[in-house]
């Protein structure tokens, strides 16, 4: 007989689609939590950037990790005691990310916190890997996608928004590069779950998308 399925809805889907925005979006629809992965690889990347730990010095890496000490409140992520949420969005941490969540060890140790986390149920959570490998016993999963083009658009409004500079030309070029980094690499590489939804956001707005998840859920909860 088949396992039940686990109340948590898994939203996939490559850098920059909007992942979070919308997973958070939509917990807060159905009064549910929201584990954001995307920040917890996100702090452990800024963890190994500040602390200079090279991925291939294997023994510091282990040392840091365990000593590694994420927490989520809301939608604030804190290490180590400190409210991390706008450092781990710089261009710096970006850049650094991809290697450190591709890193195997890295990821058995914050995949074992995230299904700790999720098993209460009731949870939306985003990522790369939460529908195939996190959660595959999601009872709702959506592969959540958008033009390399409208991804780097609105990564260039956000960043203009914030008063930080910002080159269309740039982050388009560094969006295709984690594409292809996210979808080649060794370990969890990104990839669409055999039964999750596609939605394709290029040209729909951030409550078309979660009107859409949503009405998914609710019609096979």
């Known amino acids: 007989m088949a396992a039940p399925a686990l109340s948590l809805i898994a939203i996939d889907g490559p850098s920059g689609v909007g992942k979070s925005t919308?997973?958070?979006?939509?917990?807060?629809?159905?009064g549910w939590h929201y584990l954001d992965t995307g920040a917890m690889y996100r702090a452990a990347a800024l963890a190994v950037l500040r602390t200079g730990v090279a991925l291939a010095d294997r023994a510091a890496l282990e040392r840091l990790l365990a000593g590694l000490d994420l927490a989520q409140e809301g939608t604030r992520i804190f290490l180590a005691g400190e409210d991390v949420s706008e450092a781990i969005r710089s261009q710096e941490v970006t850049r650094g990310v991809t290697p450190v969540s591709a890193d195997a060890r890295v990821r058995e140790v914050l995949v074992e916190q995230q299904?700790?986390?999720?098993?209460?149920?009731?949870?939306?959570?985003?990522?790369?890997?939460?529908?195939t490998v996190v959660f595959p016993g999601a009872?709702?999963?959506?592969?959540?996608?958008?033009?390399?083009?409208?991804?780097?658009?609105?990564?260039?409004?956000?960043?203009?928004?914030?008063g930080q500079r910002a080159v269309y030309e740039e982050i388009l070029a560094d969006q295709q590069r984690r594409d292809e980094a996210d979808s080649t690499r060794a370990v969890a590489p990104l990839r669409q779950a055999e039964d999750a939804a596609v939605l394709d956001s290029s040209d729909l707005s951030l409550e078309q998308v979660v009107d859409r998840i949503v009405a998914k859920h609710l019609a096979h909860p």
Not at 22 to 30: E, G, I, N
Not at 122 to 127: A, N, S, Y
Not at 140 to 154: D, M, Q, Y
């Open 139 to 162: 009872c709702c999963k959506i592969f959540l996608t958008a033009s390399p083009e409208a991804r780097a658009r609105r990564r260039f409004l956000e960043l203009e928004a914030k």
């Open 22 to 30: 919308t997973a958070r979006r939509v917990a807060s629809r159905l």
């Open 115 to 131: 299904r700790r986390i999720g098993a209460s149920g009731r949870w939306v959570v985003d990522g790369r890997d939460i529908g």
